[in-house]
């Protein structure tokens, strides 16, 4: 099994900035794309950035396009989620997820983790 640990969270003010960490323990090895959802009170889990094995295929929802980056380390066991100019309706507890395979999107996100809460003041 893999563990996927997310960091980085907290609260900032509207224009801020935060950069999210998801570090993978346990079986570390193989083939996968990983992706950041969000999920605020009230609504749905949904999709932010996702990033290929290679790192040269990356996804980001409208709402953050140009505001946040998604990249990975060299040994590919953590994956960063820059996120700049922040605001209120970002708000949202943000989890990081491994698929299997080479490509995005996965046939599904088979590994998440617990989650970093995300707090953006006006």
């Known amino acids: 099994q893999v563990q996927l640990i997310e960091s980085g969270g907290g609260l900032v003010q509207a224009g801020g900035s935060l950069r999210l960490t998801c570090a993978a323990s346990g079986r570390t090895w193989g083939i996968y794309v990983t992706g950041w959802f969000r999920q605020a009170p009230g609504k749905e889990r949904d999709l932010v950035a996702a990033?290929?094995?290679?790192?040269?295929?990356?996804y980001y929802a409208d709402s953050v396009k140009g505001r946040f980056t998604i990249s990975r380390d060299n040994a590919k066991t953590t994956v960063y989620l820059q996120m700049n100019s922040l605001k209120p309706d970002d708000t949202a507890v943000y989890y990081c997820?491994?698929?299997?395979?080479?490509?995005?999107?996965?046939?599904?996100?088979?590994?998440w983790g617990q989650g970093t809460q995300v707090t953006v003041s006006s």
């Open positions: 997820a491994r698929g299997e395979g080479p490509m995005l999107p996965p046939r599904e996100y088979a590994y």
């Open positions: 990033i290929s094995w290679s790192g040269s295929n990356t």
